[in-house]
């Protein structure tokens, strides 16, 4: 198994950039597909973006599609989620989640963070 710990969410303006990091600690990190959701107040969890274990393929929701992108570095069981001309509805408590399947990245993961608030203001 896996543990896995999110940091860098915080308050920012809409347009305003966020570096969010997932450090992962048990087994190989390099073993494990991750991937981001997040959650807002009333709503459902939903996925956001995935990647692969050796990070060469990434996947993203179309919501975020062209502003957030998400690397790895296995070196230092980190996994990151950039976030690039943030907008209100961005608003959510982000998680990380890992899963040793490297099938489907936008479900079934086995691992989650506590997870990590990023507030967008208008």
């Known amino acids: 198994q896996v543990q896995l710990v999110e940091s860098g969410g915080g308050l920012v303006q809409a347009g305003g950039s966020l570096r969010l990091s997932c450090v992962a600690s048990?087994?190989?990190?390099?073993?494990?597909?991750t991937g981001w959701f997040r959650q807002a107040p009333g709503k459902e969890r939903e996925f956001v973006a995935g990647?692969?274990?050796?990070?060469?393929?990434?996947v993203y929701a179309d919501s975020v599609k062209g502003r957030f992108n998400t690397s790895r570095d296995n070196a230092k069981s980190t996994v990151y989620l950039q976030m690039n001309s943030l907008k209100p509805e961005d608003t959510a408590v982000y998680y990380c989640?890992?899963?040793?399947?490297?099938?489907?990245?936008?479900?079934?993961?086995?691992?989650w963070g506590q997870g990590t608030q990023v507030t967008v203001s208008s």
């Open positions: 989640a890992a899963k040793y399947p490297e099938t489907q990245y936008g479900a079934n993961y086995d691992y």
């Open positions: 048990g087994r190989p990190f390099r073993t494990y597909t």
């Open positions: 990647i692969s274990r050796s990070g060469s393929t990434t």
